[in-house]
T-cell receptor, first 113, second 112 residues
Framework: GESVGLHLPTLSVQEGDNSIINCAYS??????FIWYKQESGKGPQFIID???NMDKRQGQRVTVLLNKTVKHLSLQIAATQPGDSAVYFC????????????WGAGTKLIIKP | KAGVTQTPRYLIKTRGQQVTLSCSPI?????VSWYQQTPGQGLQFLFE???????NKGNFPGRFSGRQFSNSRSEMNVSTLELGDSALYLC???????????FGPGTRLTVT
């Protein structure tokens, strides 16, 4: 079935550099996307979301970009810090799916000192 | 405000046994969702409860069940455990129909 997937399972970034985590989705009916961060030993934590009528949304040090033409979602983290080390999940909601999110497999972000 | 709590944090069971996991949502949250997380599989949605009623259900066998109490606390039960049930079980709460869910730390279940 259609699902959300990630291009890279592991991403290593130098501390202070920007990180870009990518996510591909295949369901054109998805109308909402969300990024979660999961640190070791903890449950996922909401980072930022975006609706399908937008192509960019910014938060504190994070930006989510949505390209509906190629069904691609990305999370950009500015000036990556050691505390950003975690697994990042993208999730999508299909219109009419009753708020049930479909989750990607996750990307592990490693920060190099 | 206290976060979502889950008990126990770790559990070891043998095949064929059953297990009950507990989740206490954030005060005031009425929606509780359960997820199974296994390495490389991301989060798989199990079910969601709201006001003591199951409102959504994922594609899991009937061995997986849950319930919600009047104080919004929720339990999930897995009967006749299989080795493949070994996973981290996460509970998340939210006000109502919201994508912004607050997750607990999870219960790590190991089936031997």
């Amino acid at each position: 079935g259609e699902s959300v997937g990630l291009h890279l399972p592991t991403l290593s970034v130098q501390e202070g550099d920007n990180s870009i985590i990518n996510c591909a989705y295949s369901n054109s009916a998805s109308d909402y996307f969300i990024w979660y961060k999961q640190e070791s030993g903890k449950g996922p934590q909401f980072i930022i979301d975006i609706r399908s009528n937008m192509d960019k949304r910014q938060g504190q040090r994070v930006t989510v970009l949505l390209n509906k033409t190629v069904k691609h979602l990305s999370l950009q983290i500015a000036a990556t810090q050691p505390g950003d080390s975690a697994v990042y999940f993208c999730a999508e909601n299909m219109e009419g799916s009753n708020y049930q999110l479909i989750w990607g497999a996750g990307t592990k972000l490693i920060i190099k000192p | 405000k206290a976060g979502v709590t889950q008990t126990p944090r770790y559990l070891i069971k043998t095949r064929g046994q059953q297990v009950t996991l507990s989740c206490s949502p954030i005060s005031g949250h009425r929606s509780v969702s359960w997820y199974q997380q296994t390495p490389g599989q991301g989060l798989q949605f199990l079910f969601e409860y709201f006001s003591e009623t199951q409102r959504n259900k994922g594609n899991f066998p009937g061995r997986f069940s849950g319930r919600q109490f009047s104080n919004s606390r929720s339990e999930m039960n897995v009967s006749t455990l299989e080795l493949g049930d070994s996973a981290l079980y996460l509970c998340a709460s939210s006000w109502d129909r919201s994508y912004e869910q607050y997750f607990g730390p999870g219960t790590r279940l190991t089936v031997t």
